[in-house]
């Protein structure tokens, strides 16, 4: 009759066996709630072992995917300035310093040199966490820059964009990134370098009106929210509610938007396969083999 | 005649004058002192008025209900005008109208946003909001006006893209983001002209060019002062405010260096005087045209994406020193 009777004596375990379980150890879900450890998360690159739901992650985690680990992080140097004394709820200036205490990232977007399986590629890649990913001129300022490298190493040029949109405290500043980033992509396409554009959750506003659509090849992962308009922006203007899987990766596929949807396990070997194909280049072995010595 | 709420002393002025002509019409008195009289009066207070608008006034004003838009213009510069349809893939959009005209000897592609001037054509005009297929014909048409070595103008004036479910259907963003790589890369000069409401990604869409300009009372920045408010300070009530704090007016588009230059209106915005702006602009867009015809292709491309790639204002830290993530 043990079901009420208590045969052991409180807890067994003695106190130094005991294990700590840190912070934040497990992570649930958002989109089908199960429960898996930040472990098993980093392991699967942050996708849901179950569901395959694609976690946001930042800038770093992006390159260290692609580039196993060995790259070189450019123009950090250039940070952001209150330019109007922007002042809405907060001033601009305030957040900025807010940010600065807490994220291990300068601004929006991040550049970093690397090769893939030998090829050289150029990466952008966004971080949603500084002020919604939202483009300012440092954002059209490294994008700028990180084109210029390009073409002056000859590298093919990826961004990763994660974004809101503009950012509001830059006005019209930040407006004229679209239109920045824009002009200075033709110069990248007049040197026939490839530009792979990959918009992750979410890509929405001035980024992608300008060079989040302007891929030579346009790639999205799976699940991403990807539109101009913010999905209660038009569900304010048209006043109904908006179909199911509006503005998701899937749905910019299937109106013939996107190149295709790579998943973040497949995103390192896609790479390798288009910049092998971009540079016309047949195999691995072909790469490595030493040019032929004149005799 | 429309007043708009800061204009009350106006207001009261005109129909003062409304009286007293009606006295005069009686024969009876003679009351063309008193006309002559407030006549002045009026001009003064209006000066007075205008001399001092402040940002929200402005967007007010670049959105008075008798303002000039792009058809007007078109139809007191140019000759000849035929307008062309269709983006040759889904649709004619009336938001954004363009095409061939006359500016004397000189053939110009002309386009702009297109507002209706009352309640069934403001309708029919999306309001000046365009889709896709509005983009895509303003494209379809300079990439034509390259190919005959024509010069292009483009007339501003919008309260945003439309931000609507079949809009994102289409790719609404694919579509601005094309015209802002073509128009970069454009072989003939381009010359933007901001006419009334300058709003984010909508306006910039047909205007990335050779020279941009604003009329006096417009407004140009990357969202308007309501969304902003609605956004920024979770309430639509701080849609003065937002237009204050985001600087938005010619003076400061120009001291920033964004546009080149800004265009007079008569006293009182381009409404109370519309075939004054006009005649203004014509010679404006004879003047701007004969300098840009003046330089190759090539450095006009060059030059046109240098300007761009200078916009822009951050500051550079050394590294070893002050790392942002570490800054105060």
Redesign the interface.
Known sequence: MSWFKRLKDGIQTATKSKKEAPDGLWHKCEKCSELSTHKELDENLYCCPKCDHHVRIGSEKYFNIIFDGKYTRLF??????D??N????KSYQDRL?AI??K?????AISVASGKVNKKPLTVCAMDFTFIGGSM???V??KI?RAIDYSIENKTPLLIISKSGG?R?M???????????T??????LAKHKLPFISLMTDPTT??V???????GDLNIAEPGALI???GPR??KE??KRD?PEG??TAEFLIE???LDFIVNRKDLKQKLDDLLTMFTNVESEAELNEEPASAS | MVFLEFEKPLELLYEQLDKIKEVGDGGVIDVSDKIKELEKKIQNTRKEIYSNLTGWQKVQLSRHPERPYTLFYIDQIFTRFTELHGDRCFADDKAIVGGLAKLGSQTVMVMGHQKGINTKMRQYRNFGMANPEGYRKALRLMKMAERFNIPVVCLIDTPGAYPGLEAEERGQAEAIARNLFEMAQLKVPILCYIIGEGASGGALGIGLGDRVFMLENTWYTVISPESCSSILWRSWDYKETAAEALKLTAEHMLEFGLIDEIIKEPVGGAHTDPEKMAKSLKSHIKKELQTLQEMQPDDRITARIEKYSKMGDFEEVDLNEKKPAKKK
């Open positions: 950090d140097e250039i940070v952001s300035k330019i109007l922007f002042v809405d709820l310093d600065y205490l994220s291990d990232v300068s601004d300012g001129s440092v059209g300022e700028s503009a509001m830059e006005s019209a500043f930040s407006l004229m990134q679209m239109a920045k824009s002009a200075k992509l033709t110069l506003g001035g992608t009106a300008s060079f989040a659509m302007l539109g101009f308009a922006v038009i203007t048209i908006l509006f503005q109106k013939g938007f």
